[in-house]
């Protein structure tokens, strides 16, 4: 599970790294290009890291189904992004924007999750009651 726990550190860096493009890109400051180049990045990284986790033995349930959620949020925020870029409605780039922070809250809860499970997996006893009797 180590290279899941790296893959959610690096797809949650490049989704903050996202994020601050896309506040770029709000006030002009940038194009659009570098916004979908790194929104592309992100997609792959989210696509990596589902597959390492699904993969992965022993499974984590919960972890599962969060990167499973991560790329399908991905792919709403991507026809979210270019709808608004096609149309400039401030509506949608506002849920453009929520969509957004809940990926990032994906990541980082995800990252924590898959450090925790690395921890006990390491360390077993460290879960484990003490026996009474």
């Known amino acids: 599970m180590k290279l899941g726990t790296l893959l959610f550190r690096v797809t949650g860096i490049v989704v903050f790294i996202q994020l601050l493009l896309g506040g770029l890109l709000t006030f002009d400051f ?14 792959i990284l989210a696509l990596a890291t589902m597959i390492v986790v699904l993969v992965s033995k022993p499974a984590l349930r919960p972890l599962r189904g969060m990167s499973i959620g991560l790329v399908a949020l991905i792919v709403i925020q991507i026809i979210l992004g270019f709808e608004t870029l096609q149309t400039g409605s401030s509506i949608l780039a506002w849920i453009h924007f929520v969509v957004a922070m ?11 999750m898959a450090m925790r499970w690395d921890q006990m997996a390491k360390n077993p006893m460290v ?3 003490p026996q009474r009797g």
Do not use: E, K
Request: glycine letters at 18%; hydrophobic letters at 50%.
């Open 127 to 129: 879960n484990q009651q």
């Open 102 to 112: 809940g990926i990032y809250g994906i990541t980082i809860a995800g990252t924590f």
């Open 30 to 43: 940038i194009g659009a290009v570098s916004h979908i180049i790194t929104g592309l990045i992100v997609f």
